[in-house]
């Protein structure tokens, strides 16, 4: 398996180059402290960590995986300690408020730590992402008591959280769920229940767990409106900072197709003590903050894939010799010329280099965003809530199709284990499921993000673009401008139809979604182009030459893939639609 080597000439060119970081924290509250000097120290240290400590275990992880036994699961050899670095190396609390201890850096810093992290081990760093989402979910909706109780254990990594919505009867419809929440009438809940699918459900990094509990109090209101948050540890801290074990156990752990390494749980909840988070049948609406952020950490690990695909298979066809070069020999000297000659290795090679590094500007544009939705800017928020699905739902399915190509560049041996390949394809198809599917996703950027405003946001969003287009090239910015026009008259043409016959909404959400990345990628790509057609006059390196023949390709190759989803929704819903569920019924006997 090829060593893991942080992208930091890539992310130094997103960071600097192409969306001026430095600016960017001038103009936010408390920021101005985070130089460049400040981020490149932060970011040494973290591909120190990254490749030196979590890039070993990646393969061992997945040989080995999780152990479960009534005592509580274990996590493969080299997890725990690197863990108890992580804590060490004051990672934890990076971006957390200083009121809880944290370092209260920006969270579009913590985005490129996490993107070293996961690419080095996806399986290790879930864990630390979920605590994320728990932190934020307390920060902004739990009580002062429940913020000091847990919020500086949370944000010091000694403890760590979860997310717990799924129950074996209900997955992405909530409306299902059936754990219970009694009130004791002494300010806590006795839960009782059973959750699948929690991502660290167990572990043995820390004492505690401190679980984010979806639950119904008996008499609420059916369906999603009768939902509430709690807060349910592992362990109950007392006064004396001591832990009390609660009613929580790990009763198995899932037999997944990858991240073997990381602990997906069966949860039982047996009458545990839980804390009301925000109030009662509001829980939904609290735990958005939570599936948001995992949203993006999931975006993330789309690109992580990508990245792991791209360095796999770039080593792989520079070094492995087979057949000639149609054109003639390219290594006259060698008995076959490397993979790379070849127009089709070249193809897979640039699809991937294109998804991944797009993706990245993608999700680094998403993160400035982030800081100023916290910051308090109404459109940066309205702004976050459009792209957010586009990004989790677009970057995870490109994350999939560079892991496959990363297989097929190996040949025969990218199915083998070894090459650390096949794994990556594994650990990749989660990332479309979780934290809702792709289609999932389509619905809510379709239905909530576009429709329900009337395309406001969406027009702000591209009026962004279309302002930008004087600073890109005039090789792309064509191109660009006639997207835009598109994107605006094909998103008229949906609300029309779908006005006509709501299940022209769910026929057209995916390839809504997938265009609506594609042509945001392409943004990203005419603006990487444009700064190495710029700087590269200064600097005729092969990292220019390359960015700027990417882009090109990406334009030539990748962007017309949005005529096919284009015609696709033109196409409408009648040939999905008629059938009549006897027909599958009978069919399938």
């Not at 009768?226 to 074990?245: E, M, N």
């Not at 792209?387 to 990363?406: D, M, R, V, Y």
């Amino acid at each position: 398996m090829p060593a893991y080597k942080a992208p930091r000439n890539d992310i130094d060119f997103v960071m600097n180059e192409l969306f001026d970081f430095d600016t960017h924290y001038q103009n936010l509250s408390n920021s101005e402290e985070v130089t460049r000097d400040l981020r490149d120290a932060i970011l040494s240290e973290a591909v120190k960590f990254s490749e030196q400590v979590l890039a070993p275990l990646h393969q061992s992880g997945d040989e080995e995986g999780c152990h479960w036994s009534s005592e509580g699961v274990t996590t493969p050899a080299g997890f725990k300690d690197a863990y108890k670095q992580f804590i060490e190396g004051g990672w934890a609390g990076l971006t957390m408020p200083e009121a809880f201890d944290g370092q209260n850096l920006p969270h579009s810093l913590g985005i490129a730590i996490g993107e070293l992290m996961g690419e080095a081990n996806h399986a290790w760093a879930m864990i630390t992402a979920l605590s994320s989402g728990a932190r934020h979910t307390l920060i902004a909706h739990g009580a002062k008591e429940l913020q000091d109780a847990y919020l500086p254990k949370l944000v010091s990594g000694e403890w760590t959280g979860t997310m717990c919505l799924t129950e074996p009867q209900c997955g992405s419809d909530l409306s299902f769920l059936k754990t219970r929440a009694e009130n004791n009438d002494d300010g806590s809940y006795s839960i009782s229940g059973t959750k699948i699918f929690i991502s660290g459900g167990d572990h043995d990094y820390t004492d505690n767990i401190v679980h984010i509990v979806l639950a119904r109090i008996p008499g609420a209101p059916a369906g999603t409106k009768g939902i509430s948050l709690f807060v349910v540890p592992k362990r109950l801290p007392q006064a004396d900072g001591s832990l009390v074990a609660n009613a929580v156990s790990c009763g198995s752990l899932e037999n997944k197709m990858g991240i073997h390494a990381n602990p997906t749980c069966v949860m039982n909840f047996d009458g545990a003590k839980g804390f009301l988070i925000g109030e009662e049948n509001r829980g939904l609406n609290c735990m958005f903050t939570f599936m948001n952020s995992a949203r993006l950490d999931t975006s993330l690990q789309g690109l992580t894939h990508s990245e792991l695909a791209l360095q796999g298979a770039m080593t792989y066809a520079l070094e492995r010799e087979s057949g000639r070069s149609l054109g003639g020999a390219k290594a006259p000297d060698r008995p076959a010329d490397p993979l790379i000659v070849h127009p089709d290795v070249r193809r897979m090679l640039l699809t991937i280099k294109s998804f991944s590094e797009g993706s990245r500007a993608f999700i680094y544009y998403l993160a400035q965003l982030s800081d100023r939705d916290k910051e308090g800017d109404p459109l940066a928020k309205k702004l976050m809530g459009l792209l957010t699905p586009i990004s989790k739902g677009f970057i995870t399915e490109c994350g999939i199709e560079s892991a496959n190509h990363g297989v097929q560049v190996y040949g025969g041996h990218g199915y083998i284990r070894e090459w650390g390949m096949e794994q990556n394809i594994r650990d990749a198809r989660i990332a479309t499921l979780y934290e809702g599917t792709t289609g999932i996703q389509s619905m809510d950027l379709l239905g909530r993000k576009v429709l329900l405003d009337g395309g406001q946001t969406l027009n702000a969003f591209i009026d962004i673009i279309q302002t930008s287009l004087p600073e890109i090239d005039a090789e792309f910015r064509s191109a660009l401008a006639a997207q835009l026009t598109e994107w605006q008259s094909l998103t008229q043409a949906i609300m029309v139809s779908a006005g006509g016959d709501i299940d022209e909404l769910g026929a057209s959400a995916f390839d809504y979604l997938m265009y609506s990345g594609y042509v945001i990628m392409s943004w990203m790509w005419a603006r990487m182009a444009s700064v190495a057609l710029i700087n590269g006059n200064d600097n005729d390196s092969a990292f220019y030459r390359l960015k700027i023949e990417t882009a090109r390709f990406y334009f030539q190759k990748i962007l017309p893939r949005t005529q096919m989803h284009k015609l696709q929704i033109e196409n409408g819903c009648s040939s999905l639609m008629r059938s009549t569920m006897d027909d599958f019924r009978e069919t399938s006997a």
